[in-house]
């Protein structure tokens, strides 16, 4: 499969997944935005969608990942992972364009473009 | 955190050009990012809406999500010249956009205490008319402050 698409997807589902999370918050829930149940259950559904979309290993892990951490995917910053705030090994910081998991935590790393 | 410390007055455009819901969010997020993350940001934002929109009512609309395409919380503002369909739980149309987007890593909850800041202020500029007030955007900013000012002094 296509690695841009394959990213492409991951993302979004990682978006989706906080804001599913977000619709569960009471405090969100409290600031006043009414979500419709039958569209949050659609959400559900696109997710799962989402998911299927992404090779098998790579789903696999992902909800691996979100069981443990809630966070599947940590943003890279400044060579640091951002989900266990460990310094990442500089040749991993050389391969930005693959899919690949901190050797620390295991979350899949996300390098933003610049 | 002051709200209008996360304003920034290239990211006020107070003519925004009146369209579909859709393309009115594309062009405030092209004020913070560009390319990729962009299109990133907007599936997300439109995913949001389909679940409820976030028109809030009397005008003014507050299109949030966590997005990995941020590093950190960012606002952009606009004012359409004529006011937009934005499906709107009181069905009315929309003139004064708040779009946020916040980092999905969030110590300290700022995205969600942003957003209620937000909705409170948003219903200060309904109650007291003051969408069309500011004419630039060094006015918005001080109309934000002094809002948020007042808001501080009641409590
Ligand atoms: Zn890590």
């Known amino acids: 499969m296509n690695e841009d698409l394959t990213q492409a997807h991951l993302k979004l589902l990682f978006d989706l997944d906080n804001l599913i999370d977000d619709m569960e918050e009471p405090k969100y829930q409290k600031i006043g935005f009414k979500v419709e149940n039958e569209a949050r259950l659609l959400l559900l559904r696109k997710r799962n969608d989402l998911l299927k979309k992404l090779p098998k290993e790579l789903a696999e892990i992902y909800e691996r990942l979100k069981k443990r951490y809630h966070q599947a995917i940590a943003p890279v910053e400044n060579g640091f992972c951002l989900g266990c705030f460990q310094q990442l090994p500089t040749q991993l910081l050389t391969r930005s364009q693959e899919i690949i998991t901190c050797p620390n935590c295991g979350r899949i790393l996300y390098w933003r473009k610049k | ?155």
Do not use: W
């Not at chain 2, 405030?28 to 409820?52: F, P, Q």
């Open chain 2, 1 to 155: 955190m002051n709200l209008s410390s996360l304003l920034s007055k290239k990211r006020i455009n107070l003519s925004l050009k009146p369209g579909k819901k859709e393309a009115v969010i594309r062009e405030l997020v092209y004020s913070i990012k560009k390319g990729e993350d962009a299109e990133l940001i907007i599936s997300t934002l439109l995913k949001r809406e389909e679940l409820g929109s976030t028109g809030i009512g009397k005008g003014i609309a507050i299109p949030h999500c966590r997005s990995l395409a941020v590093e950190k919380l960012e606002i952009a503002v606009g004012r359409t010249l004529k006011p937009i369909n934005f499906k709107s739980i009181d069905k009315k149309p929309v003139s004064l956009i708040f779009l946020i987007i916040a980092p999905p890593q969030d110590p300290g909850n700022q995205y969600l205490i942003t957003l209620g800041k937000i909705v409170q202020i948003a219903k200060e500029i309904t109650k007291k008319n003051l969408i069309q007030k500011p004419k630039t955007p060094e006015e918005f900013i001080s109309l934000i402050n002094d809002l948020e000012k007042g808001l501080k002094r009641r409590k």
